[in-house]
């Protein structure tokens, strides 16, 4: 969508801010302030809502649906409608996939449904605004995101995903050169033609490219919205861990609702003794990412007006596009002639957390959520010599390949060093060592 009258940008890569936490914290409310201090300061902003439940054309005050519409001069909105989406790209492959539940003697309604992927129509909202990203309309684009739990999955998702589709389409040649013909062969299951492989490819470069934007930290950065309680930090504190987990960048705390110092009142005495501890709670704990205050407005902020006055609170003079806080949250080291892999972790408790390696994966396994990183070549050829927690951040130390007992790929970690626990081996469920998932 053209951003007609709008500056120049400079040539620098949009900039992408990913608003999410708890429900009902104020996240829709903090990425409106956001992206209107944006077009304020001259940038061409657009502020996207992945959240089914849309409430951005509220807080606005304009209406907005699925098509980019103006809200305010450099600002335009837009409330994404993923089902949409998917039935467009998707179509090809679905078709496919009936046809191959048909010939397994699934029929109607329920071939249907097993085509239907969960979360795919999600994919597309985030390849959406890899559209947005990529277009060289925006200077930034903002996204209230929905709630953590869906968020993270969401963001989960082009991992996932990406593996899904490694097993049911090994993609491209490899398919078309071994699998098919060996398929035609033995069984009669209906091969995928070339329109079912040209999708195939299409939604796996939308994969990439997703991934690639969203975990570029120089790029792409969550901010974490939170309000000055207990359960709303300890959810927080789980989400930055996933969050990390899948290779994001939170580059800031937003503490919203603050009880402002103004009010003295007797009967808000605890409430503020509260709010001061949970505060504090949320400097510590999330150090070294900044936290961004904004406290609790005297009415619902809505409308221009009441979003600006939101945004100086928030902002003040730092600039809102910047990378508040930079931590990577994966990154190699070398120390002497071992590489170290470190993962940032915050907040995890070791009894959660499970290390395995099959081939070029690490395995890494945090409560509910598991990631295949698919290892860089330096490391491919090493054994796994130790790997330890320490300090919410996890180090797996890859062996010297000149080294002493180098038996290769497959070798699950040895001892943990340290406190650490011990990396088990390869799991038994086994995930398919992709070179398209995770990087
Ligand atoms: N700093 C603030 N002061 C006063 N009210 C606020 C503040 N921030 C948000 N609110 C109000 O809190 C309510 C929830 O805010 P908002 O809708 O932005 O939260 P959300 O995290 O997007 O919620 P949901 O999870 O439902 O999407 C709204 O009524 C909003 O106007
Ligand atoms: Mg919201």
């Not at 060996?182 to 991934?211: C, I, S």
Request: aromatic letters at 6%.
């Amino acid at each position: 969508m053209a951003a007609a009258g709008a500056p120049a940008g400079d040539g620098s890569p949009t900039r992408v801010l990913l608003f999410t936490g708890k429900g009902g914290v104020g996240k829709t409310t903090t990425a409106a302030a956001t992206a209107l201090r944006c077009a304020d300061a001259g940038l061409r902003t657009l502020a996207l809502s992945t959240d089914p439940a849309h409430s951005l054309a509220d807080v606005f005050g304009v209406p907005l649906g699925p098509l980019v519409a103006p809200v305010a001069d450099n600002l335009w909105g837009q409330q994404l409608d993923a089902q949409d989406r998917m039935e467009e790209a998707w179509e090809d492959i679905r078709r496919w996939l009936l046809e191959v539940f048909r010939w397994a003697g699934v029929e109607g309604l329920e071939a249907e449904e097993l085509s239907v992927v969960p979360g795919l129509d999600e994919v597309f909202a985030l390849a959406d605004i890899r559209h947005h990203a990529t277009s060289d309309e925006w200077d930034v684009v903002v996204v209230d995101c929905a709630p953590t739990a869906e968020t993270v999955r969401l963001l989960s998702l082009p991992d996932v995903l990406a593996r899904y589709m490694e097993r049911v389409f090994p993609v491209g040649r490899r398919v078309s050169q071994v699998v098919s013909p060996l398929v035609a062969r033995m069984t009669t299951l209906p091969v995928a033609g070339d329109d079912v492989f040209a999708a195939t490819e299409r939604f796996y470069e939308r994969l990439a490219g997703v991934r690639e934007l969203l975990t570029d930290g120089r790029r792409t950065s969550v901010r974490l919205v939170v309000t000055p309680e207990r359960v709303v930090v300890a959810e927080a504190r789980r989400t930055h861990t996933y969050l990390s987990l899948f290779g994001y960048h939170v580059d800031a705390v937003v503490a919203n609702r603050v009880l402002p110092d103004g009010v003295t009142d007797p009967w808000f005495d605890r409430w503020r003794e509260a709010h001061a501890e949970q505060l504090d709670a949320i400097a510590d704990g999330f150090a070294p990412v900044p936290v961004l205050r904004a406290p609790l407005q005297p009415a619902e902020p809505v409308g221009a007006g009441a979003l600006r006055a939101l945004a100086e609170a928030l902002y003040g003079d730092e600039d809102p596009t910047a990378r508040l806080g930079e931590r990577e949250p994966l990154r190699v080291r070398r120390d002497g002639a071992e590489l170290v892999l470190e993962l940032e972790l915050p907040f995890t408790d070791r009894d959660e957390l499970e290390v395995g390696r099959t081939g070029h994966e690490l395995l890494v396994r945090v409560g509910p959520y598991r990631r295949g990183i698919v290892l860089p070549d330096a490391l491919r050829r090493r054994r796994v010599s130790g790997a330890a927690l320490r300090d919410g951040c996890l180090a797996v130390r890859f062996a010297d390949p000149a080294g002493p007992a180098g038996d290769g790929d497959r070798a699950g970690a040895g001892p943990a060093r340290g406190e650490g626990r011990p990396p088990t081996g390869a799991p038994s469920a086994g995930v398919p060592a992709t070179g398209a998932s995770s990087g």
